[in-house]
């Protein structure tokens, strides 16, 4: 997706500099105006042009003086607006902020998950190492430690993860069995939701996760309370390892949102361990969100932001790719694409063989 730049004066560009500058005061106060309930109450109260600062701090059992802070910086960032008679409403971006789903998910993560550790974003830089990730625990990557993070750590992880993959399932499950494959592997499977859909679309498929240790027992007690002990089977494997191997077998090899995981070199290697895993009807199918095939600023915004969570919490090395990354190295693979396809709002689904 190609972008302009929008031509805009010194005085709205220094303006705009200075909003970089503050960023993290708005963003942590906007965490606060949520997390109090201030935004809640404010929409619950828009009678009458809203409440007042000073209703807000008794209703709220919060001091006017922290109020009266949250309040200023809320309205100069346009998160609220104040009418004469000093009642404050929900500006449409609050509103967003703060009922939006997608910018909920958004900001709980970066909150709980990736604040602290984007302090050491200049170092990731220039090690190429997750330098941010003792923020949240000592290990080598987050994958090896998402089985042991907080409670609200974990779930603004998973929300996020799952928010951009969910609701693309549907559609994809109509397409992926269109040829009944009888044995898929979910590679990546992290909770087991995608092999739990899969044995609930259809009766016969059986599926094998193949992730790391931590997240395999996350997912097979999944399998197991959703009562498909019987149908889903875990390979335990580290991709990052000298000479990561996957079983043959499988009908349909599925990645969804895994491969952005990897530094490119790492893709390479991945693609090729499973095409030599593959035989001659095999599929491999790789779904991701793509910064090159969006249709909207904000989306491709949102991607380049996650790139950066990748350099500094996930790996060091990884990030949102474009499209055309991805096409070279599936040919370097030695597989050949036959299908490209959109696939709701922000996907893209790339069906391979091998050559």
Same mark, same amino acid.
């Given at each position: ?39 809640? !109450? ?12 000073? /209703? ?9 003086? *922290? ?20 009642? !404050?409403?929900?500006? /449409? ?23 602290? *550790? ?7 830089? /220039? ?51 269109? /040829? ?13 939701? $995608? ?39 875990? !390979? ?64 491709? $915004? ?13 790996? *060091? ?39």
């Amino acid at each position: 997706m190609q972008t302009t730049t929008k031509k805009i004066n010194a005085l709205e560009a220094l303006e705009e500099a200075h909003k970089i500058a503050f960023a993290p005061f708005v963003f942590q106060a906007s965490v606060s105006l949520r997390k109090l309930g201030i935004l809640d !109450y404010i929409f619950e109260n828009r009678e009458n042009g809203g409440p007042t600062a000073q /209703k807000i701090s008794e209703e709220l059992s919060l001091s006017p003086y *922290g109020v009266g802070v949250l309040l200023e910086i809320a309205l100069t960032s346009n998160i609220l607006s104040k009418n004469e008679a000093e009642k !404050y409403e929900l500006t /449409k971006i609050g509103y967003f902020l703060n009922f939006d789903t997608t910018a909920s998910v958004n900001l709980n993560f970066a909150h709980d998950v990736c604040y602290k *550790g984007l302090f050491h974003l200049n170092d990731s830089i /220039k090690t190429g190492k997750p330098e941010g990730l003792k923020e949240l625990g000592h290990w080598p990557t987050i994958y090896e430690g998402l089985s042991q993070l907080k409670p609200s750590e974990q779930k603004a992880w998973f929300d996020f993860d799952h928010h951009y993959s969910d609701n693309i399932f549907g559609e994809a499950l109509e397409k992926i069995f269109q /040829k009944n494959p009888k044995v898929l592997f979910d590679v990546g499977g992290n909770t087991g939701k $995608f092999s739990i859909k899969c044995c609930n679309f259809n009766d016969d498929v059986k599926v094998k996760i193949v992730d790391l240790p931590g997240q395999l027992n996350m997912a097979m007690a999944n399998a197991e309370s959703n009562g498909f002990k019987d149908r889903i089977s875990g !390979y335990a494997i580290d991709w990052l390892s000298e000479n990561p191997q996957i079983p043959s077998g499988a009908d349909l090899i599925w990645m969804c949102q895994f491969l952005d995981c990897f530094s490119e070199a790492e893709i390479l290697q991945i693609l090729k361990t499973c095409a030599k895993s593959m035989d001659a009807d095999t599929e491999l199918v790789i779904v991701e969100t793509f910064t090159d095939r969006q249709a909207f600023k904000a989306s491709q $915004f949102i991607l380049e932001a996650t790139s950066l969570y990748f350099t500094v919490l996930a790996n *060091g090395n990884s990030k949102m790719y474009p499209a055309s990354v991805f096409i070279k190295l599936i040919e370097k693979a030695g597989l050949q694409l036959q299908e490209d396809i959109q696939i709701g709002d922000y996907h893209t689904m790339l069906v391979c063989k091998k050559k």
